[in-house]
Structures are given as C-alpha cells and as structure tokens.
C-alpha cells in the first residue's frame, strides 16, 4: 500500500515533531494516538473513506464537527473529553499548516473550531473518615495486601497523578530522613514531595517484603502488578475499587458515586486545605504550573467558606421580642392571627 500525504504527515507528528520539538510526555503522546485511532475509524465508518485512501483533504471543517459529536453522541464521551480530542487535532493541523501551503484554507478553518463550553463541576473529594475506611480494607496478612495498603496511602500522602505512581521507581524514594519521594509530572519536570513519617513505615516494610530495599532494584518500578510489571491505569484503578466497595460494605461511611484515583488526589488538595495549608504549597505539592489552578479547592471548599463568615460574622439584627413570648399559648396566639 502506497502511503498517502496524511499517512506520512502523521507518523511525523506523532514520532518526530511531537516527541523531539514539543517533548510531550508519553501520556499525552497516548493520548494523541487514541485521538487519531478514533478519527481515522470515524472516516471509515461514517465517510466511508479507508484508511488506505486517506488523505489531508479529507479532514474539513465539517467533518471534525462530526467526528467530535460522533465521539460525545454516540461514543457517550464527556464534553472534556470532546475538547482533549479537538485539542490534539488542532495540534496536528498547526503542524499541517507549515508543511502543506496548499491546504491551509481548510487548516485555518479546523482551526477555527472553538470548544464546546460546559458546566464545570465541582470537586469531588472524599471525607477523612471516607479515606480512613478505605485504607482499613487491605489484608495486611497477605503480600497483595501490604503492597496495595502501600500504594493507596502513598496515592492519598502524595496527592500523585496515577501516571506518576506508574512512573515511580524506587531511586526515586529517599528513606533515610529528611524522607521524600521525587515524582515525574507533566512536562517531564520531577519534583520532591516530603513523606510523613506514618507513610515511611508503610513503604519501608512494603519495600522489605517485595525485596524493593536492595541496590540491585534501584531502576525496578516501585509498585508493580502480579507479574511483576508496571501497573496500568487500569490496573491501580481496579485495585482502588476494590477496597472502595470493600469499604462500602463493611462501614457506614458515605461515599461518592464514583470515586477515582483523580478524587483521591482532589481528597488530599482538600484535606490539606482544610487543615490551614497555604495554596503555594499545595500547588507545589500538586505540581500546578499556576495557582490559579489550585484555586478550584479554596471555591469548592464551603466547609471552610463557612467557618470563615461565621468568624468573623457581626450581628446587627435588631433584638426583636417574638408576639407570642408573652403569650401562656401557642395555640391561643395562633387561633388570634
């Protein structure tokens, strides 16, 4: 099979521009890749267009709006998701647009599309009794259940993204005082959280346990599945549902709907808040590039809006004496009215 324009244009995209001149992440590498999966079975399905016959002209304006109702319709994908998608076919097109003169009008009008607005949800997080439940689940008699013990406190202690607990190798968790762990944030940048002193008893005997505390494991991945790979998503995620249904059942706690290792690391955000801890900091903990983004705990926080005007409130509502004060009874007062 002859390769078209877009075969040849996207391979580059995807393996030299976004990888040596954007140094993008592997995940939002992934995240592309799943992008364009979609967009090229979309044109096969719906445009009847082969992979094998596609080409840059395809992809108009008209057709990227489909795709993406396509995808929030009858993909049930949420409007985030309907804009992460868009976002990486704008990214694409910008790239198009210095490479192939000849279709930039059809470039600048994919461009052009905007994204859809939607009502932001607010944050949701769990409660500290929630959290506590959770952690108590774990059958610390068997090895399974040191390890996810270790994982999911060490989630909640660090406010990690899961791909950083993915990424997590055990060079990269100091024990020996003043304890910390160096996590691998977007953009590739690392950055230090401090650990407390009740999670390092945790990784210290989980590391012991698994045989993790020897020099010769310094580049093996911290948490690891039960053949001995990396953990996926899926496979932290389907871990942490587990002791959240565990919980639900053997406690009275009340928990979320849905609750995700995202709500996790919402939980510490929150919990930090609540206990006094400044936004700089927790912005640094959460790796934000601005506090603005960190902003979102203070404005979902209504616990500590609440006790905020209730310190400070001043009463100046006159001191009224109700009509029925005097009044033997209640009933009497009202059969008067």
Known sequence: MKPTNFHNTLINFLTKYLVNERGVSSNTLS??????????????????????????NDFTKDNILEFLDYIEIERKCSVSTRNARLAAIKSYFKYIQYIDILNILETQKILSIRIKKHKKLGVEYLTVDAMKAILQQPDVSTKQGIRDLALLSLLYDSAARVSEMINLETNMVRLNGPFKLKLLGKGNVYRPIPVVDAQTKHLKYYMKIFGLDKNHTQQYPLFSNNRGEKFSRAGISNILKKYV??????????????VTCHTIRHTRAMHLLQNGVD??????ILGHVSVTTTEIYARADTKQKREAIESAYININPKETPLWSNNDSLITFLNNL
């Open 31 to 56: 995240s592309y890749s799943d992008t364009f999966k979609l967009l090229i079975i979309f044109m096969d399905k719906k445009k009847k267009i082969p992979l094998k016959k596609l080409i840059i």
């Open 245 to 258: 249904d565990l919980a639900r059942k053997n406690t009275s706690v009340i928990f979320p709907d849905k």
């Open 279 to 284: 936004l700089v900091i927790i912005r640094s």
